[in-house]
């Protein structure tokens, strides 16, 4: 997906220390003029970026030895660490990265959440802007944090990397600038991961060749520790100390690949006050439920006087007859002069508590005047209703498979299975390479059914086409997404994400979306997001305006 207008690349910027801690004193952020134009667009980013600071990174791509469940094996990391280093930086400042790759798979990283104005070679995905990272090359990202803030995260984009290789982004808000919310005592940091003790590439590769489904994980992980409920890992526990009266910021981040999760913390409320890097109205509750690639900034009141209490993270699935993983990640919480007694476990929606889900992503709302990128549109120059699911394709003759039915599994949107190409499809626009794409992408689905249930028969009437097939909007229009459920293998709720933009959730609802319910669609102060969970066997309305020159990857 990119819009019609020309893109410059990257600049070199100066490097200076990166700043940790943030300040204490910080006003309201004010609303950015309305930019029209390329020259006046590329006018303003010059300047934005001359007034940021230049934060400079080193990313070492490294194996590490780890042992989990009594078992030892090699991860791919980002210097040696696991979770990989943080990227601390301001709004408006400009992040240099120079990657170079250590080991023998190739790779490229993304940057999660964050918009690439002006900066989409920056972005990240394996040839949709950029060819992988090889072995003993070096490669340098340059990208400016022009109007975000907030908790993002950056990951590996070939494969399964991003499984191990995977950080957070932590921007704060500019000098003088303040917090929506209670200013907090102390702030963390926790990401939720998923664990094999096989390596992941050879997991994929399996997957490939077998045409089944992925695996579960054989552990989930808070910051890389288990918790105790698993084999050999009474010791491996994330904690964090608190101070009876005190509030703390926690920087929430899914980076798992498969799972929703919920996370809660044992008799504490949790207040939520921002979604993928945009404030919200607080939301107080006791659970969370995040997809892939979703972050949350909550707030937590240390209630108790002493005591110990687990903070867990759980699988969420909406997937009939699909396995999943269902022993918890345990971290603690644990108070000063805490008394000698077992840490009470906390309590989670059963595992396909499709209304609790429903509830709180419901509940998630922008917060009036917080979001910098302009109102929701009321006039829509451009409509996609785009049908997402999994796909049944036939086996190849002689080949033994384990999707549906004999067949292999596929996944596809408007029934059209994503090729990649052999170059990046940035370079192929940019340098006018033809063969490459065709900007083709349908604006609907090849026919209209009953999308949530659908006559089928898999493989025989379940397969996708295949195609490097991508969609081109016009500058700045305004453009809603229907995104809809398919039940043609079986429904399960989608996690979506657009690179370059963040789009405002209008509407989301079960069954097949009836356009008669964009009445009631919400355009006051729907959530801003970069990343949403499609309902299992519903649909979610999106809308963004196509002010960001590049090619996007949905």
Not at 182 to 208: A, C, M, Q, V
Request: proline share 8%.
């Amino acid at each position: 997906m990119f819009s019609r207008l020309e893109m410059e690349c990257p600049r070199n910027s100066n490097s200076s220390r990166c700043r940790k801690a943030y300040v204490e004193s910080r006003r309201s952020v004010t609303a950015a003029p309305v930019l029209c134009g390329l020259i006046i667009l590329q006018l303003f980013y010059v300047v934005a970026t001359a007034l940021g600071t230049t934060r400079n990174y080193n990313f070492n791509v490294q194996t590490k030895n780890v042992t989990k469940l009594c078992k030892t094996r090699t991860i791919v990391t980002i210097n040696g660490q696991y979770p990989g280093p943080v990227i601390y930086a301001e709004e408006g400042d400009h992040i240099v990265v120079k990657v170079t790759n250590l080991v023998t798979s190739n790779l490229t990283i993304h940057w999660h959440g964050v918009r690439q104005y002006f900066s989409c070679w920056s972005d990240g995905p394996a040839y949709i802007t950029q060819c992988p990272i090889q072995s003993g090359q070096t490669f340098t990202y340059n990208f400016t944090l022009f109007q975000q803030k907030g908790t993002l995260f950056w990951h590996a984009h070939v494969r399964w990397l991003r499984a191990t290789v995977h950080g957070a982004i932590i921007i704060y808000p500019q000098l003088g600038n303040a917090y929506p919310f209670p200013f907090p005592y102390e702030e963390h940091t926790i990401i939720l991961g998923e664990f094999w003790l096989k390596n992941e590439e050879d997991i994929r590769s399996d997957i490939l060749q077998n045409g089944g489904g992925p695996p579960p994980p054989d552990c989930y992980v808070i910051n890389g520790h288990a918790g105790p409920l698993y084999p050999c890992s009474a010791q491996d526990i994330y904690r964090i100390k608190v101070i009876p009266g005190k509030t703390y910021l926690l920087r929430l981040i899914n980076a798992a690949l498969n799972d929703e999760h919920f996370f809660s913390i044992a008799n504490h409320l949790l207040t939520v006050v921002e979604a993928d890097g945009e404030y919200t109205e607080p939301y107080v509750t006791t659970t969370l439920v995040m997809a892939p690639g979703q972050t949350n900034n909550v707030l937590v009141l240390a209630t108790k006087t002493a005591g110990k209490y687990y903070m867990g993270m759980q699988a969420y699935s909406s997937s009939i007859n699909v396995p999943f993983l269902k022993l918890p990640a345990l971290g603690v919480l644990e108070y000063e002069g805490n008394l000698p007694t077992p840490p009470v476990m906390p309590v989670f929606p059963a595992s396909n508590d499709t209304d609790f889900v429903t509830s709180f992503t419901t509940n998630t709302r922008s917060l009036a005047h917080a979001n910098m990128t302009g109102n929701v549109a009321t006039k829509i120059d451009r409509h996609l209703f785009i049908t997402i699911g999994l796909n049944a394709q036939k086996c190849s003759p002689g080949q033994s498979c384990q999707g549906p039915n004999g067949g292999r599994f596929g996944a596809s949107m408007n029934n059209i299975s994503f090729q990649l190409p052999a170059i990046s499809i940035l370079q192929a626009y940019f340098e006018n390479i033809s063969g490459v794409y065709a900007a083709d992408f349908p604006d609907n689905p090849p026919s209209t059914l009953n999308f949530v249930d659908p006559p089928n028969d898999p493989p025989f009437n379940t397969q996708s086409m295949v195609g490097t097939r991508v969609s081109v909007l016009e500058y700045n229009s305004n453009v809603q997404i229907i995104l809809q459920d398919t039940g043609i293998v079986g429904t399960e709720n989608h996690p979506i994400h657009l690179h370059g933009f963040s789009f405002y959730v209008v509407g989301i609802g079960f069954g097949n979306y009836n356009p008669t319910t964009a009445a009631s669609f919400n355009l006051k102060n729907p959530p801003l997001r970069n990343t949403i969970a499609v309902p299992a066997g519903g649909w979610a309305a999106i809308r963004f305006k196509a002010d960001n020159p590049g090619v996007w990857f949905m």
